[in-house]
């Protein structure tokens, strides 16, 4: 497979030099070992073994049904081929409801490869599980706004932090995971505004999806960036395989479109 190169992986120190010197962090999901290798040759920075693999490689309608053995088994088919970019690994649904069944799963997940695991929500027992981890030497990337895995307690997919209120209980509760040790911070539909605010609060790098141009990164679920979604796709991705001849182009597009700035655009934004 010609698509491997030989580079130092990018580290968390690394990322975060990137993040203080200004440069934008490009993120795409992956699960298998042929994405894994063109993610790294069209020089994605980070690859997200995302849960949501429970929607475009197992068929279900939400992530809720991802086990921790599935993630496991996609970070290895990711990690094994992987020379440059930044693992992070989701730690699926109930896969982390204390701090001790967390450790497991980000052992799991750790052993397989991922140089990062992701949690999703910013409560007080989140907050307790990143610095229980954080200490135990599992580096941490939260994840606020949408939250995929509580779809059926939210009745759906929709924008969050919209109101007053919302809006600085979010900003709390980024800056609470960024006290406690995470060192990334995903950021799902919200208003541009306040993916702004919170990106320009706290010093972790933000990585946004539906989340407005000021985060640090931006990311996309692979299928939705190459036109492959089964259904409507949502306002924040964009199809780059619109303006591509090959899948290797759209990838590097959506690099030089993160890194330039000029993903995403207000079409692919929220208003306050
Ligand atoms: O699972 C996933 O792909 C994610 C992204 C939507 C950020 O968490």
């Not at 849960?51 to 309608?61: A, E, F, K, P, Y």
């Not at 990062?116 to 580096?139: A, D, H």
């Not at 949408?146 to 759906?156: K, N």
């Not at 001849?245 to 479109?257: D, L, Q, T, Y």
Request: charged residues 15%; contains cysteine; glycine residues 10%.
């Amino acid at each position: 497979m010609s698509y491997l190169q030989t580079e130092k992986p990018l580290s968390i120190t690394k990322l975060l030099a990137m993040h203080a010197e200004g440069e934008k962090i490009a993120v795409l999901t992956a699960y298998d070992s042929t994405m894994s290798a063109l993610l790294n040759y069209c020089g994605v920075d980070v690859i997200l073994i995302g849960d949501s693999l429970g929607n475009v490689i197992q068929g279900h309608s939400s992530t809720t049904p991802v086990r921790i053995e599935d993630m496991a088994y996609h970070t290895g088919c990711v990690s094994r081929v992987n020379q440059h970019a930044f693992l992070i690994a989701d730690l699926p649904f109930a896969s982390y409801g204390d701090p001790v069944q967390a450790l497991e799963s980000s052992a799991l997940l750790m052993r397989a490869g991922a140089d990062m695991v992701k949690l999703e929500g910013g409560g007080n027992w989140q907050v307790e599980t990143i610095r229980y981890l954080v200490e135990r030497s599992v580096p941490v990337c939260a994840h606020l706004g949408l939250l995929p895995q509580s779809v059926h307690l939210l009745g759906g997919y929709k924008v969050q932090g919209k109101s007053r209120d919302a809006a600085t209980h979010m900003l709390e509760q980024a800056q609470m995971c960024a006290e406690a040790g995470a060192q990334m911070l995903v950021l799902e539909a919200i208003p541009s505004s306040l993916g702004a605010k919170i990106s320009h609060s706290i010093s972790i790098p933000t990585i946004g999806i539906g989340a407005g141009p000021d985060c640090s990164g931006q990311v996309l679920v692979l299928q939705d960036m190459l036109g492959l979604n089964l259904g409507k796709p949502a306002k924040f991705v964009k199809n780059f395989m619109a303006e591509a001849n090959s899948i290797e182009g759209a990838i590097k597009a959506f690099v030089r479109e993160v890194k330039s700035g000029k993903f995403p655009g207000p079409e692919h934004s929220f208003a306050s």
